[in-house]
């Protein structure tokens, strides 16, 4: 039997007691297939009464998912259960969107068939050109994208009703071929160069390269070492199971809005510096600092609690661990830079305040290491990208993790609308005042 086949227990032999001012309830707890065990707290409420707390989900699962691992002690990261060391060092971005979708890895046939699918919708509607020319001409990219995304369910409709699965997997196809189209679109009308169509006889990292950095008046051949790299980024940033946008494109999904809506949410919340943005914090933070010198200085105000500043590319929710992104990521760069023969200064800051960092108490004690997104920004410039483009091209790798969690929502017979509760602080029941009789 193949491993992804073992469905996880749903009960794991053991229950949990809840006890409330002497009243008590047994909770069943279930097991995965790996990773802790879960209580199943759904009847909670109805049984005591009270609601659990726990704002930002730290020990709240939401869901059940055949997905992505994470075991954030260990830095450990598996897709479909293959680590990510592996899947970066042998596979494709596109066959990791296979792998994401359909839960196996393709053989020969079903890689080409998937490959002459994406590539057959990596066009987008002629009329989206002027949906474009609406932004302002200095817009962020993750704000085109932000708006452009959504609009896709207007020009898209027959693949927006989300009860019927060929529609489904339609619209996935449809957001992973699109997705790099989108954002080389906005790319270029940032920089007011006109828009590249797609080659669907490049590979997809490839046609992505060339959309964002051929012009019409001269030819354009893509370095493949570079969109090698770039295709291992995308791989990297491809899911990593319920963070907080992949929560928001849930989330959205479970009141039954259409995909394309969904991940336009999620593009929403990927671009906040906690999450997505953090990869263009990271090298803004890099240039202030400039120089080796100025480190020791920097390190000193993030450890000041009042200084409100903190180590951009340090630290995860789930990794108390080296993030094993970050290793792949730091010997991409590397290889980046030397073939390019590029000597940037910003590397040797990186490198020394990640050592400096590592063997510093406040954050050996916090358990912070470098997170994906600290060496990805110093690659990323290296390859020609602009700091303002950097979270859009994580939102390029992420949309399958989006959209394959999404589907796996939608196709969860437990699935119910998302409607967290809270703990009510503010003001008890009060009666009207006329506006003349108020202080
Ligand atoms: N620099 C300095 N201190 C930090 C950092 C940091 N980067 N991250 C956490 N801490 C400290 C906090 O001040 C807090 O200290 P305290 O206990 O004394 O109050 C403690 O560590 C715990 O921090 P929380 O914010 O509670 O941890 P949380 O799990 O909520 O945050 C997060 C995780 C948001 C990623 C945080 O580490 C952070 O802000 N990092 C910088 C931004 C970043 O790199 N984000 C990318 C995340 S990866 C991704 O999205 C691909």
């Known amino acids: 039997m193949n491993a992804s086949d073992k469905a996880p227990k749903s009960d794991a032999g053991k229950s949990a007691i809840l006890d409330i001012a002497g009243k008590q309830i047994t909770m069943p707890v279930r097991s995965g297939t790996v990773g802790p065990d879960v209580i199943d707290i759904g009847k909670v409420y109805a049984n005591t009464g009270a609601f659990?707390?726990?704002?930002?989900?730290?020990?709240?699962?939401n869901c059940s998912s055949k997905i992505t691992f994470i075991d954030g002690d260990k830095g450990v990261l598996l897709y479909r259960g293959y680590p990510i060391e592996q899947l970066a060092e042998h596979s494709s971005h596109l066959e990791v969107c296979y792998l994401l979708l359909n839960g196996e890895l393709p053989n020969q046939k079903q890689f080409e068939e998937f490959r002459g699918i994406v590539s057959r919708h990596t066009m987008v509607h002629e009329q989206m050109t002027r949906f474009y020319q609406g932004f302002r001409r200095d817009a962020h990219p993750m704000a085109v994208m932000c708006g452009s995304v959504g609009a896709l369910s207007a020009f898209y409709h027959d693949s927006t009703d989300i009860n019927d699965p060929r529609q489904r997997i339609i619209a996935a196809h449809r957001m992973i071929a699109k997705m790099p189209t989108m954002a080389a679109m906005a790319y270029k009308y940032s920089i007011g160069q006109p828009f590249i169509y797609p080659r669907n006889d490049l590979d997809y990292t490839a046609n992505f390269l060339q959309m964002c950095f051929a012009v019409p008046c001269e030819p354009y051949s893509v370095n493949p070492i570079l969109a090698r790299a770039l295709d291992r980024i995308f791989i990297l940033h491809a899911d990593h199971e319920q963070n907080a946008s992949t929560s928001t494109v849930r989330l959205a999904g479970s009141s039954g809005a259409n995909p394309f809506a969904c991940i336009a949410a999620g593009i929403a919340c990927l671009w906040g510096p906690a999450h997505g943005g953090a990869n263009e914090a990271a090298l803004k933070m890099l240039e202030e600092i400039g120089t080796v010198k100025n480190i020791k200085s920097h390190v000193e105000k993030v450890k000041d609690k009042n200084s409100g500043v903190r180590l951009m590319g340090f630290g995860h929710?789930?990794?108390?661990?080296?993030?094993?992104?970050?290793?792949?990521?730091?010997?991409?760069?590397?290889?980046?830079?030397?073939?390019?023969?590029?000597?940037?200064?910003?590397?040797?800051?990186?490198?020394?305040?990640?050592?400096?960092?590592?063997?510093?108490?406040?954050?050996?004690?916090?358990?912070?290491?470098?997170?994906?997104?600290?060496?990805?920004?110093?690659?990323?410039?290296?390859?020609?990208?602009?700091?303002?483009?950097?979270?859009v091209l994580f939102a390029v790798?992420?949309?399958?993790?989006?959209?394959?969690?999404?589907?796996?929502?939608?196709?969860?017979?437990?699935?119910?609308?998302?409607?967290?509760?809270?703990?009510?602080?503010?003001?008890?029941?009060?009666?009207?005042?006329?506006v003349d009789k108020r202080a």
């Open 52 to 61: 659990t707390y726990d704002p930002g989900f730290t020990s709240t699962a």
């Open 317 to 391: 929710r789930v990794y108390k661990n080296y993030d094993p992104r970050a290793k792949v990521m730091q010997k991409t760069t590397h290889e980046v830079l030397k073939l390019l023969g590029v000597n940037d200064p910003l590397l040797e800051v990186a490198m020394e305040l990640e050592q400096i960092a590592l063997h510093d108490d406040f954050f050996i004690e916090k358990k912070l290491y470098p997170n994906v997104d600290f060496y990805s920004g110093i690659v990323l410039r290296a390859l020609g990208f602009p700091v303002s483009m950097f979270t």
């Open 397 to 434: 790798a992420r949309t399958v993790g989006w959209i394959a969690q999404w589907k796996e929502m939608i196709e969860d017979p437990e699935q119910k609308i998302g409607r967290p509760r809270q703990l009510y602080v503010g003001s008890g029941p009060r009666d009207y005042v006329q």
